[in-house]
């Protein structure tokens, strides 16, 4: 297996333009997960899917912050416009379990994408 | 609410000697599973040992093993025979029913030839 694929693995922009994060889960993975990465506020949750629906989308910072799951093979995280602040690495992860199964299953991390807004 | 606390920013361990990286949570849950990551400089995340909250026993993975205080609410990872390779963050994770992971702020470890 391939993996959680993200891309592109760096994206460097300028304040103001649209950021498109893309990921694609482990073939089979029913839940997906977006997080960012600062120094400072260390690995926070942004938002998780389950079989394509957001579940929980309190962790998104605010409006210009929107994440879509159109199939279970494809997500994508988007930032418009985007600001200097969300700078950060921003992982994609997937995992096996639903909102009520409460069996183990570990998330399988992406490579991170690295933003960096100018 | 539920938490993670990871009260060591950074520790330092001598080659081949063991570490232990400590974990305390927070839930109200009975049933939850607890996790351990590995980030090194590399930045990727890479899923070390896995600690359900019914299990009787404590988790080992190799070199890895976890120390799970269910009373205590704690779940501190002890690395054994530390590598030069071992330098890396290190986070610990809580799962729920609900499928949501809550990560704590993770501890640094550097291991000192």
């Known amino acids: 297996d391939a993996g959680v694929i993200q891309s592109p693995r760096h994206e460097v922009t300028e304040m103001g333009q649209e950021v498109t994060l893309r990921c694609k889960p482990i073939?089979?993975?029913?839940?997906l997960f977006w997080y960012r990465q600062t120094m400072m506020r260390g690995l926070e949750l942004l938002i998780y899917f389950n079989n394509n629906v957001p579940i929980d989308d309190s962790g998104m910072p605010e409006d210009r912050f929107s994440a879509k799951m159109p199939n279970a093979s494809f997500s994508t995280l988007k930032i418009q416009p985007s600001e200097p602040r969300d700078s950060a690495v921003y992982f994609c992860?997937?995992?096996?379990?639903?909102?009520?199964?409460?069996?183990?299953?570990?998330?399988?991390f992406g490579p991170g994408t690295r933003l960096t807004v100018l | 609410a539920q938490k993670i606390t990871q009260t060591q920013p950074g520790m330092f361990v001598q080659e081949k000697e063991a570490v232990t990286l400590d974990c305390t949570y927070d839930t109200s849950d009975p049933s939850y599973g607890l996790f351990w990551y590995k980030q090194p400089s590399s930045g990727e995340m890479i899923f070390l040992i896995y600690?359900?909250?019914?299990?009787?026993q404590n988790a080992t993975e190799g070199r890895y093993s976890l120390n799970f205080q269910k009373a205590r609410k704690s779940a501190n990872l002890v690395i054994s025979a530390s590598q030069l390779g071992d330098s890396a963050m290190y986070f610990c994770?809580?799962?729920?029913?609900?499928?949501?992971?809550?990560f704590g702020t993770g501890t640094s470890l550097t291991v000192i030839p």
């Open positions: 600690q359900g909250s019914y299990d009787q």
């Open positions: 992860a997937s995992s096996l379990g639903t909102v009520r199964d409460f069996s183990y299953n570990e998330q399988f």
């Open positions: 994770a809580i799962r729920h029913t609900g499928n949501q992971f809550y």
């Open positions: 073939s089979g993975h029913n839940s």
